[in-house]
C-alpha cells in the first residue's frame, strides 16, 4: 500500500521568500510517480511538478523545484520568491500504477 | 475541449433526491476519476475508469453512489437518495495513461449542497 505524509497543517512565509513544504511517502514499487497540486481558493487542482522514483536528477517547474530523497522517502516542494498568488492548499501525491494517493494537504499563506 | 469539464459546477437539491453529475474528460485520455472532497480535507477517491471498464470502485461510500462511462469519453456520477452527509465538492480528473508518470489533470468541480 501506498502513504502519503504532509505534517505542516498550515504555513506562513513572507513574500519574496522560499518556502519548504514537506511530503514523506511510502510504497513497495519500484517505479512509482511523485507529484504536487495546488489548490486555491477558488477550487481548482492545478498540477505543478513531477518527480520520477528513476528521476537522478530534481525536477524544477519555473518556481517550483522537488527536493527528492529517495533514501529517506522525502518529496519536498520547494517554491522561490514567493508571491501572494502562491497562498493556496498544496497537495503531494504518489503513484504507482492508476491510483493516486494524496496527502492531507499544506495550507500556505503569502504574507505581503 | 482544452481541459476537464464538469457539469453543473453547483447543485443544491432537497435530501432524498437523486442527482448525477457529469464529467467530460480531455480528448483521448484513457483514464477518468472521481474524487469527493469534503470542506477544508483532502482528496477522497472515489472510483477510477479505464475506458469504460471501472477496475477499481472501491471508493464508493454506499450503494446509493454509482458511475458509469460511455464511449471511453463522458462520465457520469449518480447519487440516489441523497443525504446531507453527501454535501462536497465532487472532482473529476483524467490521464492520458494510468502510468506513473502522467499527471492527473482536474475539472473545476461541482460543488453538491443537499438542503
Known amino acids: 500500500a501506498q502513504k502519503i505524509t504532509q505534517t505542516q497543517p498550515g504555513m506562513f512565509v513572507q513574500e519574496k521568500e522560499a518556502v519548504t513544504l514537506d511530503c514523506t511517502y511510502d510504497t513497495s514499487d519500484q517505479s512509482y510517480g511523485l507529484f504536487w497540486y495546488k489548490q486555491p481558493s477558488s477550487g481548482e487542482m492545478i498540477f505543478l511538478i513531477y518527480?520520477?522514483?528513476?528521476?537522478?536528477q530534481n525536477a524544477t517547474e519555473g518556481r517550483y523545484s522537488l527536493n527528492f530523497q529517495k533514501a529517506r522517502k522525502s518529496a519536498n516542494l520547494v517554491i522561490s520568491a514567493s508571491q501572494l498568488g502562491d497562498s493556496a492548499m498544496y497537495f503531494c501525491?504518489?503513484?504507482?500504477?492508476?491510483?493516486?494517493?494524496f496527502g492531507t494537504g499544506t495550507r500556505l499563506k503569502v504574507l505581503a | 475541449g482544452a481541459g476537464v469539464s464538469q457539469s453543473p459546477s453547483n447543485k443544491v437539491t432537497e435530501k432524498g433526491k437523486d442527482v448525477e453529475l457529469r464529467c467530460d474528460p480531455i480528448?483521448?485520455?484513457?483514464?477518468l476519476y472521481w474524487y469527493r472532497q469534503s470542506l477544508g480535507q483532502g482528496l477522497e477517491f472515489l472510483i477510477y475508469?479505464?475506458?469504460?471498464?471501472?477496475?477499481?470502485k472501491s471508493g464508493l461510500p454506499s450503494d446509493r453512489f454509482s458511475a458509469e462511462r460511455t464511449g471511453g469519453s463522458v462520465s457520469t456520477l449518480t447519487i440516489q437518495r441523497t443525504q446531507q452527509e453527501d454535501s462536497a465538492v465532487y472532482l473529476c480528473?483524467?490521464?492520458?495513461?494510468?502510468?506513473?508518470?502522467?499527471?492527473?489533470?482536474f475539472g473545476d468541480g461541482t460543488r453538491l449542497s443537499i438542503l
Open positions: 501525491a504518489i503513484t504507482g500504477t492508476y491510483k493516486y494517493i
Open positions: 480528448s483521448g485520455h484513457t483514464a
Open positions: 480528473a483524467s490521464r492520458f495513461t494510468p502510468t506513473s508518470n502522467q499527471p492527473q489533470h
Open positions: 518527480q520520477g522514483s528513476y528521476d537522478e
Open positions: 475508469f479505464q475506458g469504460n471498464s471501472a477496475p477499481d
